[in-house]
């Protein structure tokens, strides 16, 4: 039995396949097995596997046949992600469940600096690594802002404060535990990302993931991802996401809840929240012009007013604003009103 599985979906990646092969091919750790899944492709990549596949007898190939004219009707996701991945699952035999696009790149000690982190960290069910973006040309503001927050989570505690941020994990360079992606029923597709699904339900079940601080996958920046066009990765998506599991696993459902800020971030999640059934009591907001003001049927507070709420309502407050400085500010703010995070407020973006 291999000591790890690789999860290799590919669609349509000849271009950089070969790119991610030879990294494969290249690990320091060699017991290892790839579950390579052709996902209908129309290009060179179901070649370009079957070549592997014939050089190295630790790649299997899995084919997922196109849809008949008309398939698809049931609800069954258009880009098949989760199938794939299904698909690879089901036909892993390693402890060690490894995922990987291929169209990124593995440092050479990926998998043996993870297998053997996870040997030295029975409490954690997974692990992630921080990552390189690239090509660097594409690497713009805002992709580098997040390789930034991301590459600064390590401790399972960081990703555990900012769950609601992001996904705190890159999924390529996510290895979980087999045992615990069965207990969790595997990878499913509720209609938002698959990945931050995952994440989350495995932190709601009392689990705990931490990242390696190095760089161990190169994450290619790709203008025509799918997950950019796909309303499955889209940012009303990943507010149903959020807004599902803080109400189903992470609010405390007596406290009144108050959304810190009232701005691009903050009236979106409150919409949502509302449409979920989680009614909201009040905002908090620094701009003097919209203080006073009703944002859906709540009062917008300045931070004087939150504490005078907080001394009688004992709110539980969801920090909602976009960029990492103004989340500081808030903690420091509620932070110095007595305030704990986790227990009385989360961060969300």
Known sequence: MPEVSVLLPC???????????????????????VLAVDDRSTDETGELLRWWSARDDRVQVLEIAPRAPGAGEDGEPEDGLVRALDVAVAASRARLLARMD??????????????????????????????ELFPRADVGEGYARYESWLNGLTDPAELWRDLFVECPVAHPTLMIRR?????????????????????????????????????????????????????????????????????????????????WGAGRVGKPLARELIRQGRPVSAFVDLDPRKIGQEIHGAPV??????????????????????????????RTALANLGQREIEDYRVCA
């Open 11 to 33: 669609r349509n990646a000849a271009t950089w396949l070969p790119e991610c092969m030879e990294s494969l091919a290249a690990q320091s750790l060699h017991d290892f097995e």
């Open 102 to 131: 291929g169209d990124d790149v593995a440092r050479p000690r990926r998998l043996e600096r993870q297998r053997d982190f996870l040997a030295a960290r029975p409490d954690l069910a997974g692990c992630g690594t921080a990552v």
């Open 179 to 259: 045992s615990v992606l069965s207990g969790l029923g595997g990878y499913r597709d509720p209609g938002w990302p698959e990945d931050y699904d995952l994440v989350l339900r495995l932190h709601a079940a009392g689990m705990r993931i931490a990242n390696i601080p190095e760089p161990l996958l190169r994450w290619r920046v790709r203008p025509d991802r799918h997950s950019l066009a796909s309303d499955r990765y889209s940012a009303r998506a990943f507010r149903r996401c959020k807004v599902h599991f803080l109400d189903e696993a992470f609010l405390p459902a007596s406290r009144p809840l108050v959304v």
């Open 301 to 330: 507070l300045d931070p004087g007013g939150f504490e005078r709420l907080a001394s009688k309502a004992e709110p539980y407050v969801l920090a909602a604003v976009g960029s990492p400085g103004a989340r500081d500010e808030i």
